[in-house]
């Protein structure tokens, strides 16, 4: 998979984030409420990847500036027919390198127990439950996660 930092209102990026937001009808009965401006993810305040399969956009995440030294991921989804490949690791771990590069000290999400897909990955990252935040900050299915970067560049010098 070949990622590529992208506008997130790029053609592929808005494909993929209305793919996502199916999935959050399907699961949830509705989209995502959060609001997003696409200029929040630009560099230097943010950043979104796209993953290209054989030129096809298959995979897709993103980071926002949140706080003085914290940033949140948002959008991370990788297509069906993809899934099951590492894609979604990748991105996880792209979009960690670069916002640690930007200054970022911690990541922050929201997910929820409709998703053990992602539950699953995040934990295996090494995410753990931090405080409610945000509109769904009162919602029973939501899940509020963030890792520190410093365990990023550990792992980055070890390479």
């Known amino acids: 998979m070949d ?23 399907a699961r949830y009965g509705e989209e995502d409420i959060t ?4 200029s929040e993810f630009a560099p230097p305040l943010g950043l979104f990847v796209v993953g290209y399969l054989d030129g096809e956009p298959v995979a897709c995440g993103g980071w926002r500036v949140r706080g003085a030294d914290e940033a949140e991921l948002k959008r991370m ?3 069906d027919a993809a899934r099951g490949r590492g894609f979604a690791r990748a991105v996880l771990a792209e979009l960690e390198r670069t916002a640690l590069a930007a200054g970022r000290k911690r990541l922050v999400l ?8 992602a539950l ?9 439950d931090v405080a409610a935040y945000g509109v769904y900050r009162d919602d029973p299915l939501s899940v509020y996660l963030g890792k520190d970067l410093e365990d990023v ?3 980055l010098r070890a390479r």
Do not use: F, H, N, W
């Open 3 to 25: 990622l590529r930092v992208v506008p997130y209102d790029d053609p592929d990026a808005v494909k993929l984030i209305d793919g996502v937001q199916q999935e959050y009808v």
């Open 35 to 38: 609001p997003v401006e696409p």
């Open 77 to 79: 989804y990788v297509v």
């Open 110 to 117: 929201e997910t929820g127990l409709k998703q053990p897909e």
């Open 120 to 128: 699953a990955l995040y934990r295996s990252a090494g995410y753990a």
């Open 153 to 155: 560049r550990g792992d």
